[in-house]
Nanobody
Framework: QLVESGGGLVQAGGSLRLSCAASGLTFSAYAMGWFRQAPGKEREFVAAISRTGSTTSYTDSVAGRFTISRDNAKNTVSLQMNSLKPEDTAVYYC????????????????WGQGTQVTVSA
């Protein structure tokens, strides 16, 4: 089970930190990812992190603003989001992938329910 938290309403230029708590799986055996879905749009890749945390990947639109990290001792993955823009408004989902780090939705085995992030102009 993956449970996201930390979403909310923030003004443009502000910051939010999303967290995802995992249970019922061997967390350190899974690469983790964050995806988002804006109203009327398809869900898209945001960031991913390898099982050990040594490798990360970001979509171009968030690179330099967002940072993904994980704590295998606490079974959590986080997404620090800085310099937020209105176009970052979306439901954010965390996901677990039993394979290596990936950017495609189909490689992810487990998904959370999502947390809403709204960025006002």
């Amino acid at each position: 089970q993956l449970v996201e938290s930390g979403g909310g309403l923030v003004q443009a230029g502000g910051s939010l930190r999303l967290s995802c708590a995992a249970s019922g799986l061997t967390f350190s055996a899974y690469a983790m990812g964050w995806f988002r879905q804006a109203p009327g749009k398809e869900r898209e890749f945001v960031a991913a992190i390898s099982r050990t945390g040594s490798t990360t990947s970001y979509t171009d639109s968030v690179a330099g603003r967002f940072t993904i990290s994980r704590d295998n001792a606490k079974n959590t993955v986080s997404l620090q989001m800085n310099s937020l823009k209105p176009e970052d408004t979306a439901v954010y989902y965390c996901a677990a992938n039993a394979g290596s780090i990936g950017t495609k939705q189909y490689v992810y085995d487990y998904w959370g329910q999502g947390t809403q992030v709204t960025v006002s102009a």
